[in-house]
């Protein structure tokens, strides 16, 4: 292969691979700045990255959704997942479809598989896309903390998420309905 032809072939693919991950967070940048707003209820543990640093890690409330009679989807695969809102105004998951809905918000998660529950009702597992929120070394683990007392009933933990055509991008972590580093800041002396 002369020298020409692989300096060109080199060219295509370091622009198929920018094209890729430029589309990835172009994706994201859009969801993030023109997205519909959402708060999802969290259960998060406080880990650490070793190359990314302090996180707090979350586990959402919501982890399935209900799923009609003939919804067959295989575990890996993407469903369709409508937003609604429930009575204390947190967002919940609609029915899982295999097609795009047509109007409304929705995301577009990975599925775990369709299995009953105990009553016989069937429901779709998903994965949700985010599940790290970073922070500064020093206030992530304070962060963790009072999310965690949140869990034992102290305090309400909720996630800010921007959704724009099936996109969701992780956009604030509350604690009492107020931003963590603002909570942080308000509640330094009783740390």
């Known amino acids: 292969m002369n020298r020409s032809l692989r300096l060109a072939l080199f060219v295509v693919v ?6 890729v991950a430029g589309g990835a967070i172009v994706k994201s940048e ?3 700045r023109t997205g519909e707003a959402f708060r999802f209820r969290i259960q998060p543990v406080d880990p650490v990255d070793a190359f990314r640093g302090r996180y707090v890690a979350i586990r959402f409330a919501v982890d399935r959704a209900p799923a009609a009679d003939d919804l067959d989807v295989k575990p890996g695969k993407h469903v369709y997942l409508p937003i ?3 009575t204390d ?6 029915w899982a479809r295999a097609e795009k809905p047509t109007s409304g918000p929705y995301l577009r998660l990975r599925a775990g598989g369709v299995y009953p529950d105990e009553e016989g009702n069937r429901f779709v597992w998903v994965s ?5 929120y970073y922070m500064a070394e020093d206030l992530a683990p304070e962060a963790g903390r009072a999310v965690w007392s949140g869990r034992r009933g102290q305090r309400e933990a909720s996630v800010g998420v921007r959704v724009r055509g099936g996109v969701g991008v992780l956009e604030e972590l509350y604690i ?5 580093h603002q909570w ?3 509640n330094a002396d009783a740390r």
């Not at 370091?14 to 094209?19: E, F, G, I």
């Not at 105004?89 to 609609?94: D, P």
């Not at 009492?176 to 963590?180: G, K, Q, S, Y």
């Open 30 to 32: 859009l969801a993030l």
């Open 176 to 180: 009492d309905d107020v931003p963590i």
């Open 84 to 86: 609604e809102i429930d």
């Open 184 to 186: 942080l800041a308000e």
């Open 89 to 94: 105004g947190y967002a919940v998951l609609g």
């Open 14 to 19: 370091a622009l198929v691979q920018l094209a």
């Open 128 to 132: 949700m896309p985010f599940r790290r």
